[in-house]
C-alpha cells in the first residue's frame, strides 16, 4: 500500500507559477512510475505529466509542455510538478498517482496507477 498526499496548489494570477509536492509513505516510491493528472469542473480526468521510476524520463500533455515540470527525489519520497506560466485554463484539481508502468504509452491512461492521493486545487486567474 502507498499513501500520497499533494500540497501546494492554491490561487495565482495568470502567468504566475505554482510547485507541486507528491509525498509519498508505504512501499518503496522508487519501484513506481508517477503521473500528474487533472480535473476540471464538467471535464474528464486529463493525464499531465508523468515520470519513470528512476526520473531520467518524463512525459507531458502538448498543452504544457514547456511550462510544466515534473521531477522526483526517491531519497524524500517526493514527486513534483513545477507549472509556469499558469493559464486559467490549467484550473483544476491536481492529482499525483503511482504505479508499476513499463511501456512510454500507458502513462496517459488513469487505468495504470495503482494509487492515488486526494488531489489540491489549482485556481488560475486572468
Known amino acids: 500500500q502507498v499513501q500520497l498526499v499533494e500540497s501546494g496548489g492554491g490561487a495565482v494570477q495568470a502567468g504566475g507559477s505554482l510547485s507541486l509536492s507528491c509525498e509519498a509513505s508505504?512501499?518503496?516510491?522508487?519501484?513506481?512510475?508517477m503521473g500528474w493528472f487533472r480535473q476540471a469542473p464538467g471535464k474528464e480526468r486529463e493525464f499531465v505529466a508523468g515520470i519513470n521510476w528512476s526520473g531520467g524520463i518524463t512525459y507531458y500533455v502538448d498543452s504544457v509542455k514547456g511550462r510544466f515540470t515534473v521531477a522526483r527525489d526517491n531519497a524524500k519520497n517526493t514527486g513534483y510538478l513545477q507549472m509556469n506560466s499558469l493559464k486559467p485554463e490549467d484550473t483544476a484539481v491536481y492529482s499525483c498517482a503511482v504505479g508499476r508502468i513499463f511501456s512510454s504509452s500507458r502513462y496517459r491512461y488513469p487505468t495504470s496507477y495503482d494509487y492515488w492521493g486526494q488531489g489540491t486545487q489549482v485556481t488560475v486567474s486572468s
Open positions: 508505504g512501499r518503496t516510491f522508487s519501484s513506481y512510475a
